[in-house]
């Protein structure tokens, strides 16, 4: 029995968005707060909170892209084809938070607020980007002789456009916990208020594209409450309500990083949502991953990197929060 590749580099490739979403939706998710944050100081101690690990957490959009065109080539072309605008966009958004999350350090006072506005709106558009990206691809993609045949803003949809809107829900969750974490005084306590409606909000937008998805798409309906399927997929739901359930039980409480920890769980109960929801399609609603697959040489070529680079990432990455870890102060930080 041989071994499945387009199985293994699935598994990495789900793997690596996931450390992506997890680790740049608190990032972004800072930007996202901006807004309801006024105190020059309180703003540099959120951006503070993030400052050293900030850039590195992109490496797992890059690894998951670069992945994508080695491995599975049909869904690269196709998928961004497909999405080529909100790809562009979330580019954008993020090259353009970027540039503002250095140059507002750097800003005298007369020009900080520029920026502050720079960093927020570079945030949403890339969060907003991410989002209507995610509701294309649950919607589906045309293809027609192995090319994408659809139209250039076919991801433009009422779900699509609602799931964008779920993901910054969702970042400014991971945000304000993060920030309950890290911060402490005034602020810790603001974002213990601000991440209780943002929780109710999330699991609102959690349940809302949880009956849409399967009154849209007869198959994911299939796949969730046909039997014994509605068995063991069960967990995730009521794993979903109790997890809501400890993320406002531990802002009451004071703790510090438990709501952050239970707000990680509930992003990745929603990502194992939507795998569950449209495996083993890579290219929705029909294209598996083995059809979509390279040759087995590519695969098992570019196997060999990856197994080699991934502990590495893994580990600078764990030491650099490791370094990093504690309360951020008013006054410390990046210079």
Known sequence: MGIDLPLIWAIIIGFGLMMYVIMDGFDLGIGILFPFVHDRHDRDTMVNSVAPVWDGNETWLVLGGAALLAVFPLAYSVILSALYLPIVLMLGGLIWRGVAFEFRFKADEAHKPFWDKAFALGSYVATLSQGFAIGAFINGFKVADGAYSGGGLDWLTPFSLFTGLGLVVAYALL??????????????????????????????????????????????????????????????????????????????????????????????????????????????????????????????????GALFIIPFILGYTAWSYYVFRGKVRTGEGYH
């Open 175 to 304: 945000g304000s916990t993060w920030l309950v974490m890290k911060t402490e005084g005034a602020l810790q306590h603001r974002m213990r208020l601000l991440a209780q409606p943002v929780t109710m909000a999330m699991l609102a937008m959690i349940a809302i594209v949880s009956l849409w998805t399967p009154l849209a798409h007869p198959a994911v309906a299939a796949r969730w409450f046909s039997l014994p399927n509605i068995v063991f997929f069960a967990p995730v739901p009521i794993l979903v309500l109790l997890s809501t359930w400890a993320i406002l039980r531990t802002l009451r409480r004071d703790s510090h990083s438990a709501p952050f920890l239970f707000a990680l769980f509930l992003l990745f109960l929603g990502y194992s949502g939507l795998a569950i929801s449209l495996w083993p399609n890579i290219i929705p609603p029909s294209i598996s991953i083995w059809d979509a697959a390279a040759p087995p040489q590519s695969m098992g070529f570019t196997l060999v």
